[in-house]
């Protein structure tokens, strides 16, 4: 059971980590013009690092109850693939207009994963509520980061 959680920690917070790093030298956020309420940079890192975290215990919470199916796996992961190529629009790419459609499908694939989880584990479910506050955040930010700049 550890090593089941261990496992699926790891993956989200390395697939985070591998993007931080093709990105670290395009960050731009600090020179952008931002709307209101943007935090400071230094609080993305923290925030998602917990958010990895806690994909990791839903999905490992699905895995040792049994509750894993082929379509709640290829949610949760294509869901973590579409996660991580924001990052790329928005900061090596600079898209920040398409990064914007490209949250606005994220936000829709975590919702069907809180469905899908919201059937098979309420714990599971409430873990993932953050994410997709965080993401409606960061859509805020990646909407009107676009405009202004």
Excluded: C, H
């Excluded at 697939?15 to 931080?20: A, E, K, L, N």
């Excluded at 509750?67 to 790419?93: E, H, P, Q, R």
């Excluded at 989880?117 to 993932?128: C, P, R, S």
């Amino acid at each position: 059971m550890i090593k089941t959680y261990l496992k699926n920690i790891i993956i989200p917070v390395l697939v985070g980590g591998i993007v931080g790093l093709l990105i670290k030298n395009n960050i731009d956020y600090n020179f952008l013009n931002k709307p209101p309420l943007s935090p400071p940079g230094y609080i993305f890192p923290i925030v998602w690092t917990i958010l990895y975290i806690l994909m990791g215990v839903s999905y490992s919470i699905l895995e040792v109850n049994n509750k894993l199916d082929s379509k709640t796996s290829k949610i949760y992961y294509g869901g973590l693939v579409v996660n991580a190529l924001w990052s790329i629009f928005f900061f090596l790419l600079k898209w920040r207009g398409f990064a914007f459609i490209w949250i606005i499908f994220l936000t829709f694939l975590i919702i069907i994963m809180l469905i899908n989880y919201a059937k098979k584990n309420k714990i599971a479910f409430y873990l993932q509520i953050p994410y997709l506050l965080w993401t409606l955040f960061a859509s805020y930010l990646n909407l009107f980061i676009s405009i202004l700049n």
